[in-house]
């Protein structure tokens, strides 16, 4: 049975950091490409950042040097470090497992999300 499932969302400060992870089940990871998105209340889904099979990585312009994702093949596992954190970064975060890294709304597997929420 194949799941996503996000954590390490919270409350942080403005200018903090969080590290979130996604972990796969039901298949292998690094065979896929696994994208993170998110979603504010009353907001477009929008795409966060993507890790491609080869290990390409693809940011949207604003989390550029601010956000960085990985992949750790033996924990099959994508983490999603998120740095400088701005209160526009307030949004559940999923993860999903995307037909290509361009379009986040192709996508055939994805997680509930996990809530990041950046106030002071």
């Known amino acids: 049975q194949v799941q996503l499932v996000e954590s390490g969302g919270g409350l942080v400060q403005p200018g903090g950091s969080l590290r979130l992870s996604c972990v796969a089940s039901?298949?292998?990871?690094?065979?896929?490409?696994i994208g993170w998105f998110r979603q504010a209340p009353g907001k477009e889904r929008e795409g966060v950042s993507c890790?491609?099979?080869?290990?390409?990585?693809y940011y949207a312009d604003s989390m550029k040097g601010r956000f960085t994702v990985s992949r750790n093949s033996a924990e099959n596992t994508v983490f999603l470090q998120m740095n400088s954190l701005k209160p526009e970064d307030t949004a559940v975060y999923h993860c999903?497992?995307?037909?290509?890294?361009?379009?986040?709304?192709?996508?055939?597997?994805w997680g509930e999300g996990t809530l990041v929420t950046v106030s002071s």
């Open positions: 039901g298949f292998t990871l690094e065979y896929y490409n």
């Open positions: 890790i491609s099979s080869d290990g390409s990585t």
């Open positions: 999903a497992r995307l037909y290509g890294c361009g379009d986040f709304y192709a996508m055939d597997y």
